[in-house]
């Protein structure tokens, strides 16, 4: 609200605050003047400087969420073993399913024939089969022992917010990027805000702009999870800038789409003919307590040309001036009842 005032006086100084003729752009000292009594500067867009104020926000961010570190999976609670030592099938899982094998228990360990209970949380395959061979050895001349896990259930991902179905997923063998993660989970849904998806990974919530992946921006934005990560895809939020003044009023949504300035004239039907000053089609922008006001002439293609370069942000405010002539005829317009009504009682008096 404290930038009210300033806008205002901003725009009454930009607009020439008269019926008359308005040279744009506005004078140097008028400039000053906005500049030193309401924090406000003022820009012409012009071809030298488009380049430096085109794109004010920069390109997508890399994310700092680092891609797990491939490695040999990690055998924890809830797991599947399949344990065969070669020669002895009396070891073997007592039970006529195919697919049966041995559990691990919730606190690790691991019940197997002679070895009554073994550790198996956060060992490898690899590292379990010789653990059980040396221990084997006591009771059979030269174990030949196979682990495979059969059901991978230990490791976990949950990924929640904006995707279809919601689901908490188990990691095996092979890497599951984020982007795996979300398609796992019936893909996004329409309302999701792929710009900004968080991952809670250690206490830490890191942003993943997933969309700079897809369009092919930045590889890293698709870094492969770990057991334990959390995925939060947000909701889109509601982006918009707003066009007013001598054009069709409008608010412009940027919640997925950049729009540029002349986007935003050309979708509006363009300024109103013979009303619209096409030299005073103003950009309000605040930052703080501070506003930035940039001026775009479009009486000629350049202009416009300029414009779709010039790109909106959030709360923006397009403001169209309307053309000296029309305002004088405005003011007359609206005199004429009043001065009608005074000759109609003079006559009358008379």
């Not at 008269?18 to 000292?29: D, E, L, Q, R, Y």
């Not at 809670?200 to 992946?213: E, I, M, P, Q, S």
């Not at 934005?221 to 800038?241: F, H, M, Q």
């Not at 003919?273 to 930035?292: E, H, P, Y």
Request: hydrophobic share 40%; charged share 20%.
């Amino acid at each position: 609200m404290r930038l009210a005032f300033p806008g205002l006086l901003t725009l009454c100084l930009l607009m020439g605050c008269t019926n008359g003729a308005v040279t744009f752009p506005t004078s140097k000292a008028a400039q000053d003047r906005v500049a030193a009594d309401t924090h406000v500067a003022i820009i012409r867009i012009t071809p030298e400087n488009i380049a430096t104020i085109a794109n004010p926000r920069g390109g997508p961010e890399p994310t700092n969420l680092r891609s797990a570190k491939p490695g040999e999976y990690k055998i924890g609670p809830g797991d599947v073993l399949s344990i065969y030592v070669f020669d002895h099938p009396e070891l073997a899982v007592p039970s006529s399913d195919p697919g049966a094998g041995f559990v691990v228990k919730a606190d690790g360990s691991l019940a197997y024939p002679f070895l009554t209970t073994i550790s198996a949380e956060g060992k490898t395959a690899e590292e379990l089969r010789a653990e059980m061979t040396t221990a084997l050895t006591k009771f059979f001349p030269d174990p030949q022992v196979d682990i495979r896990v059969l059901a991978f259930n230990s490791q976990r991902i949950v990924v929640t917010g904006e995707v279809n179905k919601p689901s908490t997923l188990t990691l095996d063998t092979n890497p599951k990027t984020l982007l795996d993660a979300i398609n796992a989970s019936g893909g996004i849904s329409a309302n999701a805000d792929t710009h900004a998806v968080n991952v809670r990974r250690g206490g830490k919530v890191y942003t993943v702009d997933l969309t700079a992946f897809m369009n092919g921006e930045m590889a890293q934005n698709n870094p492969t999870l770990a057991a334990g990560d959390i995925v939060a895809v947000p909701r889109l939020k509601v982006k918009e800038a707003y066009v007013l003044g001598e054009i069709h009023a409008a608010t412009v949504d940027l919640s997925k789409d950049t729009i540029t300035l002349t986007q935003a004239i050309t979708r509006q039907g363009g300024l109103t003919q013979n009303r619209a000053d096409a030299r005073g089609v103003f950009v309000f922008r605040a930052n703080g307590d501070k506003m930035t006001v940039y001026q775009l002439d479009v009486t000629s293609p350049v202009g416009l040309l300029l414009g779709t370069q010039f790109e909106l942000e959030v709360r923006d405010v397009v403001y169209v001036t309307t053309a000296p002539l029309q305002r004088w005829n405005d003011t007359i317009s609206r005199i004429m009842p009043s001065v009608g009504a005074y000759t109609t009682a003079q006559h009358l008096s008379n």
